[in-house]
Structure formats: structure tokens, C-alpha cells
């Protein structure tokens, strides 16, 4: 007997697809279009709602109507695949990017990946920070070699666009005031260590050191690559703004396969 | 769990709550906006259950769904249970996820044999995960299904005296359901597991027409509780006493004082309940 798996079967692709036959009936056994309507509605609807509430920059950018459109048509691509739906949309900012109609702004994905992470970030598992007494004991040669573990809310969004910006003028209440899309690149760094959510346009040096050392890289190699963006890069300075903010919760040091050539103080 | 007015918890009054510690029964709070790994909802959350008695509302475990129940989600609610410890924990009578897909919505099912075998089946799974009564609530409903064997309210009963779950009657739900199956609501509550009710919710409805133009009521959490939904809930109460009783307002949110005022209202028909039995007056906190 599987009459109640075929029947949810068919309600779920009528929930889906408008093109199907809706399923159940009014009081007297007949079908009823706008019986179902119900639920087709209450499905799309809550759907945009959820992203509404997560991208009130985004909404501010395009405008209410544009927004229900633009989240409708992700909804129907893209239905929940999990009854928490706090971090529902997790492919909507790439969407965006690809969305037809929004080719010609494509800083509105930038805006939009700033929002995803400050969710995500919102969301995120608490963890407690490094003291940075904690570093004390490492000998100066040997700091190149650590690891930081960052706090689980930490995103790096690039974008080469005044992304925060954007994004910052459009979440407040105020007027904004004009920006110029070519007045400079901006890479956000979004984490909560404690109870807000932070979100800081970040130097161009920061965004490869902090990518590098979010995938267990070494302080050596993230500042290798930092130095790459800038010349000028402060591999110190980011190490104390980086503890000072909370952001490091846990500190390592990698073995070296092999000695290096010569010792060097990288920070003191 | 005090057998008062209690309200859901919305994310916009939090700060008010813990600042102005308004005397309400209860707060409730939808299990799965709780299941976040970390931040600011657990740090409300656990500040708030420290001063008032709380009830979980899931509505994401499909147990009306003819598959098996999400393991990872069941343990999930397991440890939103455990880490709020709260007096009641509450599902629904419908179905919300198919195939991988989940539709955020509370979806019918046909009153059969093979429903039963599948509601009483989770609902045993819940209770013996959890170590404890899960209340299965009354769905709102906008169609019906010709295969439906069962009358909504004896399903319900059946369903309980199966599995020993307790039951969540929500009177908005009775309403909407009896206006859009034509039920007869005075008839529902007769047929209706009574004794077995642990909480009651209330809430605002929507009225529309279906295609042959009667009356279609949506359930919509979107305004103040209609005048029929307090009229069947001050019956009900006439005849069970007091219990737990919830508003539950999710969307187009009001101010705090709005919802105050209807958890208020709901206390007085509780208060002249205990007044027609003569029973002591248990609303001081």
C-alpha cells in the first residue's frame, strides 16, 4: 500500500511545477485550482520572505517588487533541501550574479555575498579567542610556522567594487549618499567573535592573508601571499589585529619538512 | 508549565522582553529557528528560559510523511530539548518534506489506514528519541481527499490513544479547517480527544473564497484572533479548565503590547473559567 507516498508525490510536483495538476479536493470531491493555490502560495511566498529578511540591502538596491521577482525565481529553482531555515539561499547570491535582468550591476552580488555571510556569520558556532598571551612562548623564528584557527564566523567577501559601502549605506535608515562605483575596491571581512555581527572593508593585503590562514595555511605563506597584493604589507599589524578583534581562537605551529636557509625574526 | 496565556517568541521583541520581563504565561519558539550552531538567538533564548517556562514548536519533522523521519533533524530537535529543557514540546499533523525537498508549509493528508500506520510509527520514534510526550496538533486544512476513511477529530484520538501523545489544539486551526471542510465545529470539539489536550493555540485567519465561492479561511498568524476563535476556545476551556494557551501572531508582527493585550484576553476567559467552577484562581504567577 503506498497510496499516501503517490499522493505526496504528486502534491510535492504540483508544489514545484504550476504546469501540474493540483491535488485534493473542495468539500462536495471536486479538484479546486484555488484550494491548492493555498499551498503553491504559502510555499513561494514564505520562500521570499526568508530571503527578504536576509538581503534588505539587496532589496533596497533593486526595489520591492524587482526583489519578490528576482526571489521567486530562485524559489522555484532552488527549494529548501533542509526544514532549518535560518541559512536558506546559500546559492542566491550566485544567482544573482546570473540573473539576466541584473547583468548590467554586477556589483549586486558582492552586495548580496556581503549579506549571505553576515547570516552565515549571525549563525555561526561561538568560539572563545586566543589570548595573545597565549603566543608569548613562541620563539620569534619559529612564528612564520603557526597556523590560526579563525573564528567560525569569519567570511571574506572580494569584490572590486565599493562593496561595503554599498552595502553599508543601503542597511541604514538614512538617506544614502551617492557612491561612486569606480571610487575604489573594497574585500569585506564579516565575523561575529562575540554578540554583533562586524563588517569591515578590509586593505587589499588582508583578504589573501586571511583566505590563506582560513585554509590552514601558515603565517609564512599567508603573508607571502599578502605581500604579492601589496608591497607594503604589515604582516605584524595584521597578527595584532587580528587577536585584538577576537578573530583567532586557536594557534598552532607546523612542523618544517626541512630547516629553513637561514633564521629570521618574522614579527616580535 | 503554568496553565496561563503564554506567547510565541519573535526575534524583534526580544530585547524588550528581557528589558521590560512582562508577566506573560509562557514564551514558545519554533524549534528549528533554535537549531543555528551559535549566536545571537541561543544568547535570548537562554536568557529568557532562565525567567519564563517555555514550549518547543517544531515544524520541520513531517510526521505525516510516508518515509521515514529525518534522523539528522530528529536529533537536532533531540538537542534543542535538551539544551532548553522546555515544560512541552509540540509537531503537527501534517507533512512538509518530500523527495529532499522541504516546502516550509504544513501540508494535509488523507485520513487512512496506511496515515495512521505512518503518524503513530513517528510519533512512537519522537517520543522514545526524546524521552518524552510529544502533543500532536490539529492541522488547518484547505482540501480534503476522497480516500479518507476517518473523520479528522477520530483520527486524532485514534492517534493518541495509540501512541499515549498528547494533543495541541489549536481553535484557530478548528475553525479554518470546519469553515473550508463545511464541519460542523461544536461537532469537531465533541468528537475531539479532549482529555488529552496539554495546550491550546490561538491565532488570526484570513478569509477567502474557493472556486465555487464558499467561504475560505487561510491561516495566516497575520492579525488579531478572530471573535469565533474565542467564542469556541471559551467553550472548550468551559469544559476542560485551564491549560497552557498560546498566541501565536508570526507574520505582519505586531508591537509587544499588542500581543500582550491578546494573551491578556485569553487569561480572562481562563480566569472565567475558574470562576463558573469555583475552582481556586491560579493566574498569580
Same mark, same amino acid.
Given at each position: 500500500?503506498?497510496?499516501?507516498?503517490?499522493?505526496?508525490?504528486?502534491?510535492?510536483?504540483?508544489?514545484? #511545477?504550476?504546469?501540474?495538476?493540483?491535488?485534493?479536493d473542495?468539500?462536495?470531491?471536486?479538484?479546486?485550482p484555488?484550494?491548492?493555490?493555498?499551498?503553491?502560495?504559502?510555499?513561494?511566498?514564505?520562500?521570499?520572505?526568508?530571503?527578504?529578511?536576509?538581503?534588505?540591502?539587496?532589496?533596497?538596491?533593486?526595489?520591492?517588487?524587482?526583489f519578490?521577482?528576482?526571489?521567486?525565481?530562485?524559489a522555484?529553482?532552488?527549494?529548501?533541501?533542509?526544514?532549518?531555515?535560518?541559512?536558506?539561499?546559500?546559492?542566491?547570491?550566485?544567482?544573482?550574479?546570473?540573473?539576466?535582468?541584473?547583468?548590467?550591476?554586477?556589483?549586486?552580488?558582492?552586495?548580496?555575498?556581503?549579506?549571505?555571510?553576515?547570516?552565515?556569520?549571525?549563525?555561526?558556532?561561538?568560539?572563545?579567542?586566543?589570548?595573545?598571551?597565549?603566543?608569548?612562548?613562541?620563539?620569534?623564528?619559529?612564528?612564520?610556522?603557526?597556523?590560526?584557527?579563525?573564528?567560525?564566523?569569519?567570511?571574506?567577501v572580494?569584490?572590486?567594487?565599493?562593496?561595503?559601502?554599498?552595502?553599508?549605506?543601503?542597511?541604514?535608515?538614512e538617506?544614502?549618499?551617492?557612491?561612486?562605483?569606480?571610487?575604489?575596491?573594497?574585500?569585506?571581512?564579516?565575523?561575529?567573535? #562575540?554578540?554583533e555581527?562586524?563588517?569591515?572593508?578590509?586593505?587589499?593585503?588582508?583578504?589573501p592573508f586571511?583566505?590563506?590562514?582560513?585554509?590552514?595555511?601558515?603565517?609564512?605563506?599567508?603573508?607571502?601571499?599578502?605581500? &604579492?597584493?601589496?608591497?607594503?604589507?604589515?604582516?605584524?599589524?595584521?597578527?595584532?589585529?587580528?587577536?585584538?578583534?577576537?578573530?583567532?581562537?586557536?594557534a598552532?605551529?607546523?612542523?618544517?619538512?626541512?630547516?629553513?636557509?637561514?633564521?629570521?625574526?618574522?614579527?616580535? | 508549565?503554568p496553565?496561563?496565556?503564554g506567547?510565541?517568541?519573535?526575534?524583534a521583541?526580544?530585547?524588550?522582553?528581557?528589558?521590560?520581563?512582562?508577566?506573560?504565561?509562557?514564551?514558545?519558539?519554533?524549534?528549528?529557528?533554535?537549531?543555528?550552531?551559535?549566536?545571537?538567538?541561543?544568547?535570548?533564548?537562554?536568557?529568557?528560559? &532562565?525567567?519564563?517556562?517555555?514550549?518547543?514548536?517544531?515544524?520541520?519533522?513531517?510526521?505525516?510523511?510516508?518515509?521515514?523521519?529525518?534522523a539528522?533533524?530528529?536529533?537536532?530537535?533531540?538537542?534543542?530539548?535538551?539544551?532548553? $529543557?522546555?515544560?512541552?514540546? &509540540?509537531?503537527?499533523?501534517?507533512?512538509?518534506?518530500?523527495?529532499?525537498?522541504?516546502? @516550509?508549509?504544513?501540508?494535509?493528508?488523507?485520513?487512512?489506514?496506511?496515515?495512521?500506520?505512518?503518524?503513530?510509527?513517528?510519533?512512537?520514534?519522537v517520543?522514545?528519541?526524546?524521552?518524552?510526550?510529544?502533543?500532536?496538533?490539529?492541522?488547518?486544512?484547505?482540501?480534503?481527499?476522497?480516500?479518507?476513511?476517518?473523520?479528522?477529530?477520530?483520527?486524532?484520538?485514534?492517534v493518541?490513544?495509540?501512541t499515549?501523545?498528547?494533543?495541541?489544539?489549536?481553535?484557530? @486551526?478548528?475553525?479554518?479547517?470546519?469553515? @473550508?471542510?463545511?464541519? $460542523?465545529?461544536?461537532?469537531?470539539?465533541?468528537?475531539?480527544?479532549?482529555?488529552?489536550?496539554r495546550?491550546?493555540?490561538?491565532?488570526?485567519?484570513?478569509?477567502?473564497?474557493?472556486?465555487?465561492?464558499?467561504?475560505?479561511?487561510?491561516?495566516?498568524?497575520?492579525?488579531?484572533?478572530?471573535?469565533?476563535?474565542?467564542?469556541?476556545?471559551?467553550?472548550?476551556?468551559?469544559?476542560?479548565?485551564?491549560?497552557?494557551?498560546?498566541?501565536?501572531?508570526?507574520? $505582519?508582527?505586531?508591537?509587544?503590547?499588542?500581543?500582550?493585550?491578546?494573551?491578556?484576553?485569553?487569561?480572562?476567559?481562563?480566569?472565567?473559567?475558574d470562576?463558573?467552577?469555583g475552582?481556586?484562581?491560579?493566574?498569580?504567577?
Open positions: 500500500m503506498r497510496q499516501l507516498d503517490e499522493m505526496q508525490r504528486a502534491f510535492a510536483r504540483a508544489l514545484l #511545477d504550476p504546469r501540474e495538476a493540483p491535488v485534493g473542495d468539500p462536495a470531491g471536486r479538484p479546486d484555488i484550494r491548492f493555490a493555498v499551498y503553491r502560495n504559502n510555499f513561494a511566498v514564505s520562500l521570499i520572505e526568508t530571503l527578504e529578511a536576509g538581503y534588505p540591502a539587496l532589496r533596497r538596491l533593486v526595489g520591492e517588487a524587482f519578490r521577482a528576482c526571489a521567486g525565481h530562485y522555484a529553482q532552488a527549494p529548501p533541501r533542509s526544514p532549518i531555515m535560518l541559512l536558506y539561499g546559500d546559492r542566491f547570491a550566485d544567482f544573482v550574479t546570473r540573473f539576466e535582468p541584473l547583468a548590467d550591476y554586477p556589483y549586486l552580488a558582492d552586495v548580496a555575498r556581503i549579506e549571505r555571510a553576515w547570516l552565515e556569520a549571525y549563525h555561526a558556532a561561538e568560539a572563545e579567542p586566543l589570548a595573545p598571551a597565549a603566543l608569548a612562548r613562541v620563539a620569534a623564528h619559529r612564528v612564520g610556522d603557526l597556523c590560526f584557527t579563525l573564528h567560525p564566523s569569519v567570511r571574506i572580494h569584490s572590486i567594487y565599493p562593496a561595503v559601502s554599498l552595502w553599508r549605506v543601503n542597511v541604514s535608515r538617506v544614502p549618499a551617492p557612491i561612486r562605483l569606480d571610487s575604489g575596491a573594497e574585500d569585506a571581512l564579516i565575523a561575529r567573535p #562575540d554578540a555581527v562586524q563588517v569591515h572593508a578590509v586593505p587589499p593585503d588582508a583578504a586571511l583566505d590563506v590562514l582560513s585554509q590552514g595555511g601558515t603565517l609564512a605563506e599567508a603573508a607571502a601571499e599578502a605581500a &604579492s597584493a601589496s608591497a607594503s604589507f604589515d604582516l605584524c599589524a595584521h597578527i595584532a589585529a587580528l587577536l585584538k578583534s577576537g578573530l583567532v581562537t586557536a598552532r605551529l607546523r612542523r618544517r619538512r626541512t630547516r629553513p636557509p637561514k633564521r629570521q625574526s618574522v614579527c616580535r | 508549565m496553565a496561563r496565556a506567547v510565541g517568541l519573535k526575534p521583541h526580544y530585547r524588550e522582553v528581557l528589558e521590560a520581563r512582562p508577566d506573560v504565561g509562557f514564551f514558545e519558539v519554533h524549534a528549528e529557528n533554535y537549531m543555528g550552531a551559535g549566536g545571537p538567538p541561543h544568547r535570548y533564548l537562554a536568557q529568557i528560559r &532562565s525567567s519564563y517556562a517555555l514550549s518547543v514548536h517544531s515544524v520541520g519533522l513531517s510526521i505525516g510523511a510516508a518515509r521515514p523521519l529525518d539528522a533533524h530528529l536529533r537536532r530537535l533531540a538537542g534543542v530539548v535538551r539544551r532548553y $529543557q522546555p515544560a512541552l514540546v &509540540s509537531e503537527h499533523l501534517a507533512w512538509s518534506s518530500h523527495g529532499g525537498a522541504f516546502f @516550509n508549509d504544513l501540508l494535509p493528508v488523507p485520513y487512512h489506514a496506511e496515515t495512521l500506520a505512518w503518524v503513530c510509527g513517528h510519533m512512537h520514534q517520543q522514545e528519541t526524546l524521552g518524552r510526550e510529544l502533543l500532536l496538533e490539529n492541522p488547518a486544512t484547505y482540501v480534503a481527499f476522497g480516500e479518507s476513511t476517518w473523520s479528522e477529530p477520530d483520527f486524532i484520538a485514534e493518541a490513544r495509540r499515549g501523545c498528547g494533543l495541541l489544539l489549536d481553535v484557530n @486551526n478548528v475553525i479554518v479547517a470546519c469553515t @473550508n471542510q463545511q464541519w $460542523q465545529p461544536s461537532r469537531y470539539i465533541d468528537a475531539f480527544p479532549l482529555h488529552a489536550v495546550q491550546l493555540h490561538l491565532a488570526g485567519h484570513a478569509a477567502d473564497a474557493d472556486a465555487s465561492g464558499r467561504p475560505l479561511l487561510i491561516d495566516t498568524h497575520d492579525r488579531p484572533v478572530s471573535q469565533a476563535v474565542w467564542d469556541l476556545y471559551a467553550r472548550v476551556i468551559a469544559r476542560i479548565g485551564r491549560r497552557p494557551t498560546l498566541i501565536e501572531w508570526d507574520q $505582519q508582527l505586531p508591537s509587544w503590547q499588542t500581543l500582550q493585550h491578546e494573551a491578556q484576553q485569553a487569561e480572562s476567559i481562563l480566569n472565567a473559567a470562576a463558573a467552577q475552582a481556586p484562581h491560579a493566574a498569580a504567577r
